[in-house]
């Protein structure tokens, strides 16, 4: 529970990097993939946490991502 309330903090910080590393350390994928997406800007890091872990939330936001930026240039991992 304190590493939650931790996470949420840094979050809240605006310390988006590192709270994606902690998130994929602590194996919160679709976390990353929310910060990856949301706030870093990363889709191809999202692909990529996507692919690793099979999350189909992950792969649906990502999907989203890309149809409402219009970016066709990330490859959608198939889930």
């Not at 809240?12 to 590192?18: F, T, V």
């Not at 194996?27 to 997406?37: H, P, S």
Request: overall charge positive; charged content about 25%.
């Amino acid at each position: 529970m304190h590493v939650i309330s931790w996470l949420l903090c840094v979050e809240g910080q605006g310390e988006y990097a590192e709270a994606a590393v902690a998130y994929e350390a602590a194996g919160d994928q679709d976390a990353v993939v929310r910060l990856n997406l949301d706030k870093l800007k990363s889709p191809h890091k999202a692909a990529s946490m996507v692919r690793k872990g099979g999350s189909r939330e992950g792969a649906q936001r990502l999907a989203q991502y890309c149809i409402a930026t219009r970016d066709y240039q990330v490859k959608l991992p198939l889930v």
